[in-house]
């Protein structure tokens, strides 16, 4: 079959690594690299000299030889871009956020569903082998039933200004907890503290309540100390470390906890089997993205962080805002984008 052609749209933090991952592969092209900036375009000419180069949106969109755009662009310019592509016959593969509204969002899937294209979200993590094996461990029952998670992802910069540090970490942490745990969340709430920029929050810490009774707790921040980037989930008959930044101690398993104990004044007595570091299978994540990415063009299945799951994740980080912006109120994800 012909490989799929595709445009990466954006070369400037995360745009290189799409592009490294497409030209690797063999079902793929790597046909157009777009960028309003000259040193981006000269930057990705030395990396791909075979490319062609432009300079506008617009010829991605008209281009008859594109059949798929992935976007690397600010998160305030997914949902007019991505719509656009869409618009234009394009399958997309868009960055996280999906969209800043779940209003928007809804445009998107309403869009790709239309058009029979594939949309899919830059959730990158969902194709960690660890991540996998969180979700597999808490589906099989492993666990025990899982009573709460949660998440750090911390490290001193890179600042933004036109998102949060919510915003620009915490889709990552809210997309894990969601496929880890495997059920819809139903309330938010979320604390923050701008110290950097007015109205921008360096620091956030969220609350995430489950269907099924489970909460998880995200932090995020980029004006710590230590680079950070670790999720624990805590079950009723074994806990779970997920450290990313560790290469050695990825997923760790404690036999911990507490069993029923009829003799103990508390009615529990503690169990310490000790710990098992499981070992994984490492493949670059992004790697896996893009294949799953082009699998899905051909196949017309839906991504693993198809529009659904993407979206389902903005309803989380729009309710999390609503919840900054009042002081921290619980906010129910069913009122999230209905109609008013």
């Known amino acids: 079959m012909d490989p799929i052609r595709c445009a990466v749209v954006g070369f400037g933090y995360w745009g290189p690594n799409l592009a490294r991952n497409i030209a690797a592969r063999d079902d793929a092209d790597l046909t157009v690299v777009c960028d309003a900036n000259a040193t981006r375009r000269a930057a990705a000419a030395l990396a791909h000299p075979r490319t062609r180069l432009v300079d506008s949106v617009d010829a991605v969109l008209t281009d008859p030889e594109v059949d798929a755009i992935l976007l690397a662009t600010p998160a305030n310019t997914h949902h007019a871009l991505s719509l656009a592509a869409l618009a234009a016959g394009k399958h997309v593969?868009?960055?996280?956020?999906?969209?800043?509204?779940?209003a928007e969002g809804i445009d998107l899937i309403d869009a790709a569903e239309g058009n029979g294209l594939v949309l899919m979200a830059g959730h990158t993590f969902l194709y960690e082998a660890a991540v996998g094996y969180l979700a597999g461990a808490v589906a099989r029952g492993e666990l025990g039933d899982v009573t709460y998670l949660y998440a750090q992802r911390l490290n001193l910069g890179r600042i933004r200004s036109d998102v949060n540090a919510m915003w620009n970490l915490a889709p990552h942490d809210v997309s894990i907890a969601m496929h880890v745990l495997g059920n819809p969340a139903v309330a938010v709430s979320a604390r923050g503290v701008a110290a950097l920029q007015p109205g921008v929050e360096d620091v956030v810490f969220m609350d995430i309540e489950f269907e099924s009774g489970a909460l998880a707790h995200v932090h995020v921040s980029w004006l710590d100390p230590q680079k950070v980037r670790r999720?624990?989930?805590?079950?009723?008959?074994?806990?779970?470390?997920?450290?990313?930044?560790?290469?050695?101690?990825?997923?760790?398993?404690?036999?911990?906890?507490?069993?029923?104990?009829?003799?103990?004044?508390?009615?529990f007595r503690m169990r310490d089997n000790g710990a098992m570091v499981v070992p994984l299978e490492r493949k670059e994540p992004l790697s896996l993205e893009c294949g799953e990415f082009v699998d899905c063009i051909r196949t017309g299945r839906e991504p693993l962080t198809g529009g659904r799951h993407a979206?389902?994740?903005?309803?989380?980080?729009?309710?999390?805002?609503?919840?900054?912006?009042?002081?921290?109120?619980r906010v129910v994800l069913a009122e999230v984008g209905a109609p008013s």
């Open 93 to 102: 593969l868009v960055e996280k956020p999906l969209s800043m509204t779940v």
């Open 231 to 267: 999720t624990v989930v805590l079950g009723t008959e074994r806990m779970v470390i997920y450290d990313d930044v560790s290469r050695d101690e990825t997923i760790t398993v404690f036999d911990k906890g507490f069993d029923p104990d009829a003799g103990d004044p508390t009615g």
């Open 311 to 329: 979206l389902d994740v903005v309803r989380v980080l729009e309710g999390a805002q609503r919840s900054l912006e009042s002081g921290g109120q």
